[in-house]
């Protein structure tokens, strides 16, 4: 009989354990993300009829891109082509970002995901120490295999070498595998070694203002994203402090009479 209240006294405490239910952690936050403007080669290749630029490669550039891509510290190391950085939203900056990686592939491949250049300048053509073959520039970014040591990308050689040279399928030349790896070696370009977006030392020459190469690349960005851009009365404001409303005021006078 005593071990009736006993077990009266455990149901009342439970007899057993019960799980509390825990509500599923909360989503983060999709990121902020804006389509970029289409590089004058996206455009002539829209008009005809040609394979051009895909927006999605647009949300794989700005999903990507990793905060400090993101943040005010950046303003200075982009200024010769979005001098308004440090204003911008932060989906404007994305969109900055993924516009500027639209036109390094106008520039490099010419927005064709399964260009394949094997140079043959001494310079350049030196040995890939993954392939162990002469280095090839490849995808939409012309990178190479041996960028999957160096700034751990996902390009798969073993898997690539038994697959026609410009077969889609290959890990290298499919274009999210290829802009991620761009995201992450101008990350090290930016940030890292703390160099601006065009630098003597970039790892595409497109981006050394010292070439050939880097007036293809500056033809690209003439479309970038009007967020970026300094207003006309702004820059002409910094350019003649004091002088800019008399400027207009003038300007406004010549009008009148020319009508009158």
Partial sequence: MAAVPLCVVVV???????????????????????????????EKKDELGEQSWD?????????ALPPAMLSNRVARRVRSY????????EA???????????????????????????????????????TKRTIRQEGLLQLTYMDAKRYGCDFNWE????????????????????????????????????????????YWVTLRPDTQSYLVFAKQMKNV???????????????????VTRTASAAAATVRATAN
């Fill in 12 to 42: 009342l405490m439970g007899c057993g354990k019960h799980e509390v239910a825990q509500k599923p952690a909360p989503a983060p936050p999709k990121p902020a993300v804006k389509p970029a403007p289409p590089t004058p080669i996206a």
């Fill in 159 to 202: 898997h690539d070498k038994t697959l026609p040279e410009k077969d889609p399928a290959r890990t290298i030349l499919q274009p999210s595998n290829n802009l991620l790896c761009g995201v992450k070696i101008m990350e090290n370009q930016i940030l890292t070694q703390r160099k601006p977006l065009l630098s003597s030392t970039s």
């Fill in 55 to 63: 927006p999605q490669w647009d949300l794989i550039v700005e999903k």
């Fill in 225 to 243: 994203p009007s967020a970026c851009r300094v207003p006309p009365m702004e820059e002409a404001r910094k350019r003649h402090p004091g002088g």
């Fill in 82 to 89: 979005c001098p308004r950085f440090a204003s911008l939203s």
């Fill in 92 to 130: 404007d900056r994305r969109a900055f970002w993924a516009y500027t990686f639209q036109a390094l592939a106008g520039a490099e491949a010419g927005l064709k995901p399964t260009t394949n250049v094997r140079h043959t300048e001494p310079e350049v053509a030196v040995e890939d120490t993954v």
